[in-house]
Nanobody, 115 residues
Framework: QVQLVESGGGLVQPGGSLRLSCAASGTIISNNRMGWYRQAPGKQRELVAV???????NYADSVQGRFTISRDTAKNTVFLQMNSLKPEDTAVYYCNAYRVDANYWGQGTQVTVSS
């Protein structure tokens, strides 16, 4: 059974930083395209960042230069380092593991950027 468990969300002031973690079990992250998505109230879920099985990364334009996705294969964990946070980054952030034959989601972690 595949499980993705996110952690690291919380309340942060504008300009601050957070680091999200996604611990995977039941699947090997380097065999998947791993991604972070977010969903703000009243909006559709959107892609934030992905890292391919080969280690290539891609980012939404809105977070390019501020967020960094990475992985630790020894810990089977994916990270999202978020810097220079803005109020518009407020959302529930979800971890995703994707292969052609499977697609898994975590339960989400809330990130709130507010003064």
């Amino acid at each position: 059974q595949v499980q993705l468990v996110e952690s690291g969300g919380g309340l942060v002031q504008p300009g601050g930083s957070l680091r999200l973690s996604c611990a995977a079990s039941g699947t090997i992250i380097s065999n998947n395209r791993m991604g972070w998505y977010r969903q703000a109230p009243g909006k559709q879920r959107e892609l934030v960042a992905v890292i391919s099985s080969g280690g290539l990364t891609n980012y939404a334009d809105s977070v390019q230069g501020r967020f960094t996705i990475s992985r630790d294969t020894a810990k089977n964990t994916v990270f999202l380092q978020m810097n220079s946070l803005k109020p518009e980054d407020t959302a529930v952030y979800y971890c995703n593991a994707y292969r052609v034959d499977a697609n898994y989601w975590g339960q989400g972690t809330q990130v709130t950027v507010s003064s």
